[in-house]
């Protein structure tokens, strides 16, 4: 068994996008219709405390460990953007 060249493999990616959207019932047109503008993703410091809200008080107990994390990140950068939480990763 051979493996794909390069081209190969990115029209059999291209390929795969457009079922994928056909099952969706939309186009690459409808895609580049959509609307850009977008809210910005909310930083971990506006994020975590909605979230806490609205779990019970024996879920924050359950993941007491994973809110003092959270809680580590919102003073070490809490300002950044939840979609950049690699950057707490691999720092």
């Known amino acids: ?10 029209q059999a990616v291209v390929e795969a996008a457009l079922v994928l959207l ?3 019932g939309l186009s690459p047109a409808d895609l580049a219709a959509a ?3 977008r809210k910005p ?3 971990f410091a506006e994020y975590v405390p909605v979230v806490s809200a609205a779990v019970s008080a024996g ?3 359950a993941y007491r460990f994973t809110l ?3 809680n580590s990140v ?3 950068g ?7 939480v690699g950057c707490y990763l691999h720092s």
């Open 41 to 43: 993703v909310p930083t």
């Open 74 to 76: 919102i003073r070490s």
């Open 78 to 84: 809490g300002r950044r953007r939840r979609m950049s």
């Open 59 to 61: 879920t924050r107990r």
């Open 1 to 10: 068994m051979s493996v794909p060249n390069s081209a190969e493999s990115q």
């Open 35 to 37: 609307p850009q503008a």
């Open 22 to 24: 056909e099952r969706m």
């Open 68 to 70: 003092l994390a959270q």
